[in-house]
């Protein structure tokens, strides 16, 4: 009984602080929001010197209302909205590149990624957020990566004590108007800053340790097992992003703004060093993977619904043979990769901006 007092109650006292005192305590970069789960939080210092805009995006803030005579591009996404920091990422480079091009600011590249997100996530933010800036086209930033295996119709991902922590969306119970979270709120704190030390201690110059990364890597090429997908394994969530990609193009096409989904591989796909050494490490078999599928996959679905869509697997293959475009260790873009997704854009915009380049 003595243990009970004062071992048990302290740590029930303890989760219902954490719950109640959320809001005061933690205030990190990212914060619960009950329409999505999570949001960054608005004009919140960013690791590059910046900050986040009044939606909590990695970008300067906007006029609702474009100024007249300027096109405004809306480009959605997950964390590759943040590589390269507020001026290095892609999304800044081609405002620059149009602005250059042109002689005078005639486009709006307006970045509205949230990362940790997929596209049904994404979704739920363009109706939130995205569409208040009335765009004339929005971009689909989709990464095979991981955005189908995320897409767990029922997940909702959420901020607690700042830390994702997934939950069932058909199972969410509030007190206080935050989540109550079974079975603990102090373990995945806990949990998460351990990790963060480890990796620390052990990536060295990369942003993961060796292990870790081809870890991570591995378990996103297992949507790539031609035996996984023909048993189905990941319907569901194919099914759903899908489903959610119609959606958002058929939102879009009922108030006249023009839909295009970017696709970006991962790093496997360009680097036949990193898939050689996933292969070597987890014993796998080459034969048993079509590094394509995904791609195979999503173009078909937007060719049969008419959803105009860029690859960028061919290009980001030849220049990878040149140099990295990836961060040390990293799926995420470095400042070549993130030129490199400008540059591709750049040409599929000069087809939809003002026609009045110099």
């Given at each position: 009984?003595k243990a009970?007092?004062?071992?048990?109650?302290?740590?029930?006292c303890?989760?219902?602080?954490?719950?109640?005192?959320?809001p005061?305590?933690?205030?990190?970069?990212?914060?619960y929001?009950?329409?999505l789960?999570f949001?960054?939080?608005?004009y919140?210092p960013?690791?590059?010197?910046?900050r986040t805009?009044?939606?909590?995006?990695n970008?300067?803030?906007?006029?609702l209302?474009?100024a007249p005579?300027?096109?405004?591009?809306?480009?959605?996404g997950?964390?590759f909205?943040?590589?390269?920091?507020?001026?290095?990422n892609?999304?800044?480079?081609?405002?620059?590149?149009?602005?250059?091009?042109?002689?005078?600011h005639?486009?709006?590249?307006?970045?509205?990624g949230?990362?940790?997100?997929h596209t049904g996530?994404q979704?739920?933010?363009?109706k939130?957020?995205?569409?208040?800036?009335?765009p004339?086209?929005?971009?689909?930033g989709f990464?095979?990566?991981?955005?189908?295996?995320?897409?767990d119709?029922?997940?909702?991902?959420i901020?607690?004590n700042?830390?994702?922590?997934d939950?069932d969306k058909?199972?969410?119970?509030?007190?206080?108007?935050?989540?109550?979270?079974?079975?603990?709120r102090?373990?995945p704190?806990?949990l998460?800053k351990y990790r963060?030390?480890?990796?620390q201690?052990?990536?060295?110059?990369?942003?993961?340790s060796?292990?870790?990364?081809?870890?991570i890597?591995?378990?996103?090429?297992?949507?790539?097992n031609?035996?996984?997908?023909e048993?189905?394994?990941?319907?569901q969530?194919?099914?759903?992003?899908l489903q959610?990609a119609?959606e958002?193009?058929?939102?879009?096409?009922?108030?006249?703004i023009?839909?295009v989904?970017?696709?970006?591989?991962?790093?496997?796909?360009v680097?036949?060093?990193l898939f050689?050494?996933?292969?070597?490490?987890?014993?796998l078999?080459r034969?048993?993977?079509?590094l394509k599928l995904?791609?195979n996959?999503?173009?078909?679905?937007l060719?049969s619904?008419g959803?105009?869509?860029i690859d960028f697997l061919?290009?980001?293959?030849?220049?990878?043979?040149?140099?990295?475009l990836y961060?040390?260790?990293?799926?995420?873009?470095?400042?070549?990769?993130n030129?490199?997704?400008?540059?591709?854009?750049?040409d599929?915009?000069?087809?939809?901006?003002?026609a009045?380049?110099?």
């Amino acid at each position: 009984m003595k243990a009970f007092l004062w071992v048990v109650v302290p740590l029930i006292c303890v989760e219902i602080l954490m719950t109640v005192l959320d809001p005061y305590l933690f205030k990190g970069f990212f914060e619960y929001d009950p329409d999505l789960g999570f949001r960054a939080r608005a004009y919140y210092p960013t690791a590059d010197g910046g900050r986040t805009n009044q939606f909590g995006f990695n970008d300067r803030d906007y006029p609702l209302q474009k100024a007249p005579d300027t096109f405004r591009v809306l480009v959605l996404g997950d964390s590759f909205s943040w590589a390269g920091g507020h001026d290095g990422n892609y999304t800044a480079i081609l405002e620059r590149r149009l602005e250059s091009y042109y002689g005078s600011h005639k486009v709006d590249v307006i970045n509205a990624g949230y990362s940790g997100t997929h596209t049904g996530e994404q979704l739920a933010l363009l109706k939130k957020f995205g569409l208040q800036y009335n765009p004339d086209l929005v971009i689909l930033g989709f990464f095979v990566g991981n955005d189908f295996l995320d897409g767990d119709p029922n997940r909702k991902r959420i901020i607690v004590n700042g830390v994702y922590i997934d939950i069932d969306k058909r199972r969410e119970h509030k007190i206080f108007g935050y989540p109550i979270v079974l079975p603990s709120r102090l373990l995945p704190l806990l949990l998460q800053k351990y990790r963060v030390y480890e990796e620390q201690k052990n990536a060295g110059k990369g942003t993961f340790s060796e292990d870790t990364y081809l870890t991570i890597e591995k378990f996103r090429l297992d949507f790539f097992n031609m035996r996984s997908f023909e048993q189905g394994r990941y319907q569901q969530n194919i099914d759903y992003i899908l489903q959610s990609a119609l959606e958002m193009n058929d939102l879009l096409k009922s108030r006249h703004i023009d839909f295009v989904v970017a696709i970006y591989p991962d790093e496997f796909q360009v680097n036949p060093d990193l898939f050689n050494a996933i292969l070597q490490k987890f014993k796998l078999r080459r034969e048993d993977y079509d590094l394509k599928l995904a791609q195979n996959l999503l173009e078909s679905f937007l060719n049969s619904k008419g959803i105009t869509y860029i690859d960028f697997l061919d290009r980001f293959m030849t220049e990878g043979r040149k140099a990295p475009l990836y961060e040390l260790r990293d799926s995420h873009w470095n400042g070549a990769g993130n030129q490199l997704a400008a540059n591709i854009l750049f040409d599929e915009l000069l087809k939809r901006t003002p026609a009045s380049a110099p």
